[in-house]
């Protein structure tokens, strides 16, 4: 297509003034890079646009001409003074403004002929710039309590819009009071290039707490992140209104240790001169805080003071506790008692609190403190008490050894496992360990371990003969001995069969003498009954009485009674 002719783009022209503009629509630029303005917001549809031109307002209401851009040609730039160079056409027919500088926020349209239709879109376009930096500078060396003292003046340079300057201690925001906190900013324009330089005056009448406080300020531009300078702190000067005296030691303080005690006033500078009052004595220390005591005792405890030394009204007191304890056990080391003998033991605590006392015996733990009324050979053994007294603890400990001539508490006897021989036991008691020996020779089966003064001692023996067989034990002291009666194997054989025989003899005795009885106890009845017959014919013939008869009759029957108990028996 040919470039339309002069006449034409007129007409256009003169009935681009009569077409509808689209309400302005505001495009924020950063300074220095490349802003885009959008035409209609992007919804330009290229194969329906005959002609798209891009112009600004010079002021005044003159327009100036920047690009014009024909349906299937390229673009023509007519952009002169300071666009020149600097604008180009986006493919979605954004103009596209490079360097963009504070001068730039102005007005920019874009006229689109499509058919027969013309509008334009007019665009406000606005510059922002974050400060260049943010520091503070003249700080302040220190601060004093109570006392309005310029801190710092905080500087943003070179911003548009002017940064506005927010004070922040601790990260939380300052607040001008007109008494504690006061705040002045003021701003400065640049004549080239039009940003602003921010400045902010922070006085503040300090705190105690404000010993460690960070300040800093910071500022937010409209289009950008927040800005925050570096943290400054400040020296907070004050004098001492509280003094406090620190015990610095073990924690348990014993016997032997060192202890510190040191001065903590709230004063700032600190003062670097105390007194130290040390049970009646008063020690001055300079450019220190602090006095070590060395190698403490018992009688270091006590109260103890520090003071100033330009004001000793001002004082701090603390108390300090040296544990001690010491432990004397009566008697101790090695101890030898008879069997049967006693023991007293006498254990002396001499302590600063409260103590805990512990027996064992050969490394286990007794419930109680041993006492021995009566020792036993049981009794011997290693015994330790522990006192403790927190983490403190001592320790004593004896060795009893009871000793006595051996007694022999049982001698048994038993089959063998196998019955083939008979085994002998001889269990003995004494200390020390006591020999054992047998009146026979036998084979050693089994000998118990020495425990608490006991011993048992076993041999196997196959005895040919009845024997009377002794077990002797003996140490040092003295000595026992015990007899068994040991029978044969032949003899008890023998007596196991008479045994037998006898029982078997006895048997068939009892067994004849029962059925002689029963036989005895038939007979008479028998007689009996013949008898009573004959009485009663011959009573029938003579006509005699029966008394007579019946006290035949009775006795018959209480012999007959009497032999058959002897049956039953």
């Given at each position: 297509m040919h470039l339309l002719s002069a006449s034409c783009v007129s007409a256009l022209l003169v009935t681009a003034f009569l077409c509808q503009v689209s309400g302005l629509e505001t495009v924020i630029g950063l300074y220095g890079e490349t802003l885009e303005i959008p035409c209609n917001n992007g919804a330009i549809k290229a194969d329906d646009v005959l002609i798209l031109k891009w112009k600004y307002d010079k002021g005044e209401g003159l327009p100036g001409d920047l690009l014009v851009k024909q349906k299937n040609q390229n673009v023509s730039i007519s952009a002169t003074d300071e666009y020149k160079g600097r604008v180009s056409l986006a493919?979605?027919?954004?103009?596209?403004?490079?360097?963009?500088?504070?001068?730039?926020?102005?007005?920019?349209?874009?006229?689109?002929?499509?058919?027969?239709?013309?509008a334009e879109f007019p665009v406000t376009v606005v510059i922002n710039k974050m400060p260049a930096e943010l520091e503070i500078y003249d700080k302040a060396e220190e601060l004093e309590i109570g006392k309005l003292t310029k801190l710092g003046t905080c500087v943003a340079k070179d911003a548009n819009p002017a940064a506005n300057i927010t004070w922040l201690k601790n990260n939380k925001p300052l607040v001008a009071d007109g008494e504690g906190v006061s705040i002045q900013a003021s701003f400065v324009a640049d004549p080239a290039t039009g940003l602003v330089t921010t400045t902010s005056i922070l006085e503040y009448s300090a705190e105690k707490e404000d010993r460690d406080a960070q300040f800093t300020c910071s500022t937010q531009q409209t289009a950008g992140a927040e800005l925050v300078s570096s943290p400054v702190t400040f020296s907070i000067t004050y004098s001492t209104e509280n003094i406090a005296l620190k015990v610095i030691a073990q924690d348990l303080l014993v016997e032997g240790d060192n202890v510190t005690l040191k001065c903590v006033a709230d004063g700032n500078p600190a003062p670097t001169s105390f007194n130290f009052h040390l049970k009646g004595e008063v020690v001055q220390v300079e450019n220190t805080d602090s006095y070590t005591i060395m190698?403490?005792?018992?009688?270091?405890s006590g109260e103890y003071k520090c003071s100033l030394v330009d004001d000793p009204t001002m004082e701090a007191t603390d108390d300090i506790i040296v544990q001690y304890l010491d432990i004397n056990l009566s008697p101790s080391g090695d101890i030898v008692r008879s069997a049967g003998g006693t023991l007293d033991l006498n254990l002396e605590i001499d302590a600063s609190g409260d103590t805990k006392v512990s027996w064992?015996?050969?490394?286990?733990?007794?419930?109680?403190?041993?006492?021995?009324?009566?020792?036993?050979?049981?009794?011997?053994?290693?015994?330790?008490?522990?006192?403790?007294?927190?983490?403190?603890?001592?320790?004593?400990?004896?060795?009893?050894?009871?000793?006595?001539?051996?007694?022999?508490?049982?001698?048994?006897?038993?089959?063998?496992?196998?019955?083939?021989?008979?085994?002998?036991?001889?269990?003995?008691?004494?200390?020390?360990?006591?020999?054992v020996s047998w009146?026979?020779?036998g084979t050693l089966q089994d000998e118990s371990p020495f425990v608490n003064g006991k011993i048992t001692h076993k041999i196997q023996v196959v005895p040919h003969a009845n024997?009377?067989?002794?077990?002797?034990?003996?140490?040092?002291?003295g000595g026992d001995t015990r007899a068994i009666n040991v029978s044969s194997f032949n003899e008890e054989v023998r007596m196991d069969k008479q045994d037998s025989s006898d029982g078997g003899d006895q048997t068939k005795l009892v067994?004849?003498?029962?059925?002689?009885?029963?036989?005895?106890?038939?007979?008479?009845?028998?007689?009996?009954?013949?008898?009573?017959?004959?009485?009663?014919?011959?009573?029938?013939?003579?006509?005699?009485?029966?008394?007579?008869?019946?006290?035949?009759?009775?006795?018959l029957e209480e012999k007959v009674e009497e032999n058959n108990q002897k049956a039953e028996v």
């Open positions: 493919a979605n027919s954004s103009l596209l403004l490079s360097a963009a500088t504070l001068s730039d926020q102005r007005t920019f349209t874009c006229m689109v002929v499509a058919g027969a239709d013309i190698k403490v005792s018992r009688n270091s064992t015996k050969d490394n286990v733990k007794l419930d109680k403190e041993p006492k021995f009324s009566k020792v036993t050979y049981a009794d011997s053994g290693r015994y330790e008490c522990e006192v403790t007294l927190g983490l403190l603890s001592r320790k004593a400990s004896f060795e009893l050894a009871v000793k006595g001539a051996p007694v022999i508490k049982h001698l048994t006897k038993r089959r063998g496992d196998d019955g083939k021989h008979k085994v002998l036991i001889c269990e003995a008691e004494g200390s020390p360990k006591p020999a009146s026979i020779n024997l009377t067989v002794s077990c002797t034990v003996s140490n040092e002291f067994v004849g003498v029962v059925v002689g009885l029963l036989v005895a106890t038939i007979v008479i009845g028998l007689a009996y009954g013949v008898y009573a017959k004959k009485s009663k014919q011959g009573s029938w013939k003579t006509g005699e009485k029966e008394d007579g008869s019946s006290e035949e009759e009775k006795k």
